[in-house]
């Protein structure tokens, strides 16, 4: 089991920028890739970022060029957004998937972008 606790979530202007914090505990091991979702009310959720043990990062394309996905390797992997844009809000969900094909999933953390 794989717990997955966000923060860092909240209100910031359009144009702004916010850093969202994932920490990871429980069966560490065997997480092959990391990465947020977000969700909007009544949308589907969608994939904004993932970041392999190796390293790798892949990014959606409505957020390449403006958030930055990082890990430290360990226990906790970062978003850090820029340019946030009025689409942006959104629940942003942080995911492990491991090497038993299992995904875990965050509580959510909600960023709000408004003037």
């Known amino acids: 089991q794989v717990e997955l606790v966000e923060s860092g979530g909240d209100l910031v202007r359009p144009g702004g920028s916010l850093t969202l914090a994932c920490k990871r505990s429980?069966?560490?091991?065997?997480?092959?890739?990391m990465g947020w979702y977000r969700q909007g009310p009544g949308d589907q959720r969608d994939l904004v970022a993932t970041?392999?043990?190796?390293?790798?990062t892949t990014y959606s394309d409505s957020v390449k060029d403006r958030f930055t996905i990082s890990s430290d390797g360990a226990t906790l992997m970062y978003l850090q957004m820029t340019e946030l844009k009025p689409e942006d809000p959104s629940v942003y969900y942080c995911t492990a998937d491991n090497e038993w094909d299992q995904t875990f999933w965050g509580q959510g953390t909600q960023v709000t972008v408004s003037s």
């Open positions: 970041i392999s043990k190796d390293g790798i």
């Open positions: 429980g069966h560490v091991f065997g997480v092959n890739v």
